[in-house]
């Protein structure tokens, strides 16, 4: 079966001299619970995307979840998922690693509880090697993992079959280098999705506005996989995180994006192993919410506490990377264009965290 999704135009039109990227068509292979691996680019990969599935066979056993063994040693592990919220009752997800040569160790580390009646709240813990802080997991003293065991609890009346994806994305954060050698992407061509949305952050009738990148650049994402316009400061008010206290928990607003988006797309975090990871998904007509940190030249302001957008282009004659900054004071000056050698320092300053959306196989 293979389906296609093509851009509308809201506002703006393709910058002169980029060609046009339509997503012509994903042939959609059924595959029960099905585990997929990512790397991309460098010969020494440094962060590793695995993924389980649950689409015609649904999650029984809650206790094993996800157990993954022999992945790529890491020191991170950022956990997402996305489900249809229960109607009653909450999920409880939990998690414990497997160290290097060693064994699995002994504490769980609560990670969030999602659900009915507003249930969503990220948690925080520590223990002999590893803790939690809200969004992901840390190792600690120089330990490395090399498994993961993500536990889900259904609390309430939830029900395991609601559970739809897994997502782990695991990284050694040692090993990452910022892209230097710009020449490696001298081939690419250009690229530019038209139709996406344009929301600023700053005009939304909301209190907290200002601190609104994550909801307004994800509302953007999945208003375009859903060919139509969705209210962003309702997206925003759906993805608070009672435990952190802010609308910025990726985990948050990935889960509320598929949620939005019907559950015809997936939506995991992830961290890139470089920028053609992003460009492989604009390709595919996909844009990517990006996490970028410091100062960009053409930036409405700097961004030293971090900040998402949405890429949309490249275009390669100019060398520009092609976004919707919703920190823009005003709708028009959303779409903008950032030097590609700056553009790749601030996604490296927020160690190339993304926002990927994958059709549904």
């Known amino acids: 079966m293979c389906v296609g999704l093509r851009g509308i135009i809201v506002e703006g039109i393709a910058p002169q001299g980029v060609a046009l990227s339509r997503l012509t068509g994903f042939c959609l292979l059924v595959v029960l619970l099905l585990t997929t691996t990512t790397f991309y680019g460098q010969s020494k990969p440094w962060t590793a995307c695995y993924k ?5 066979k649904s999650l029984s056993n809650g206790e094993r979840a996800f157990v993954k063994e022999n992945v790529m ?3 991170q592990l950022i956990f997402s998922w996305n489900a249809v919220r229960p109607k009653q009752g909450f999920f409880r997800f939990l998690v414990r690693v497997h160290e290097v040569n ?3 160790m002994s504490s769980w580390h609560k990670m969030f509880e999602w659900g009915a009646d507003g249930v969503q709240r990220s948690f925080s813990s520590s223990s002999k090697g590893s803790s939690y802080c809200h969004v ?6 120089g330990r490395k993992a090399n498994g993961f065991w993500i536990k889900i ?7 395991l079959s609601d559970i739809k994806l897994c997502a782990a994305c695991v990284s050694c954060l040692a090993d990452f280098k910022l892209e230097s050698q710009l020449q490696r992407y001298s081939a690419l061509e250009s690229v530019y999705i038209p139709g996406v949305p344009i929301w600023s952050q700053m005009t939304l009738h909301h209190p907290r506005a200002p601190v609104l990148c994550s909801p307004t650049s994800t509302c953007m994402l999945t208003s375009f996989i859903n060919h139509k316009n969705l209210d962003p400061v309702l997206f925003a008010n759906g993805v608070f995180d009672e ?3 802010v609308f910025g928990s990726w985990q948050c607003n990935t889960a509320h994006a598929f949620e939005w988006a019907g559950g015809a797309f997936f939506f995991h975090v992830q961290r890139l192993q470089s920028f053609r990871a992003l460009y492989q998904s604009l390709q595919e007509g996909l844009p990517v919410v990006v996490s970028v940190r410091g100062e960009i030249e053409g930036a409405p302001k700097a961004y030293f506490r971090g900040h ?11 060398g520009e990377v092609i976004c919707h900054d919703p920190a823009s004071w005003s709708i028009s000056g959303v779409l903008r264009r950032y030097g590609l050698s700056g553009f790749l320092t601030a996604m490296a300053n927020s ?10 196989k």
């Open 136 to 141: 992901r997991l840390e190792l600690m003293g």
């Open 351 to 360: 160690r190339n965290l993304a926002y990927i959306v994958t059709p549904r």
């Open 52 to 56: 389980r599935t649950f689409i015609d």
């Open 153 to 159: 609890e259904p609390v309430g009346g939830a029900q």
């Open 102 to 104: 060693g064994q699995w």
């Open 308 to 318: 998402l957008v949405l890429i949309v282009g490249f275009d390669a004659k100019t």
């Open 73 to 75: 040693p890491f020191t």
């Open 243 to 245: 435990g952190l206290k």
